[in-house]
């Protein structure tokens, strides 16, 4: 299995930003995908979940302002992330969750600027 994210950058507060995250080497559509980030400092914390039937969960600190998606046609899971805070800057990771195993893409910076 292999994830390949994309999509981080530097933006300024209230603006926006949509992760990608494609994943190659399974059946996409039967895994549970996720994103994860990792501040400076801290531990990695879940952000979203998705799970193969589309039922979502978030952290409590981004409900309402991102979405996780997924598009089964392409092995895809988004993020869209609204209305960012500095407190969003972070190491953002996919990860797909099978009855394998659980797989890691390689991260990607997310940056908020006040």
């Known amino acids: 299995v292999q994830l390949q994210a994309s999509g981080g950058g530097l933006v300024q507060a209230g603006e926006s930003l949509r992760l990608s995250c494609a994943a190659s080497g399974t059946i996409f559509s039967i895994v549970v995908m996720g994103w994860y980030r990792q501040a400076p400092g801290k531990q990695r914390e879940l952000v979203a979940r998705i799970s193969s039937g589309g039922t979502t969960t978030y952290a409590d600190s981004v409900k309402g302002r991102f979405t996780i998606s997924r598009d089964n046609t392409k092995n895809t899971a988004y993020l869209q992330m609204n209305s960012l805070k500095p407190e969003d800057t972070a190491v953002y990771y996919c990860?797909?969750?099978?009855?394998?195993?659980?797989?890691w893409g390689q991260g990607t910076l997310v940056t908020v600027s006040s």
């Open positions: 990860n797909l969750v099978r009855r394998q195993g659980s797989y």
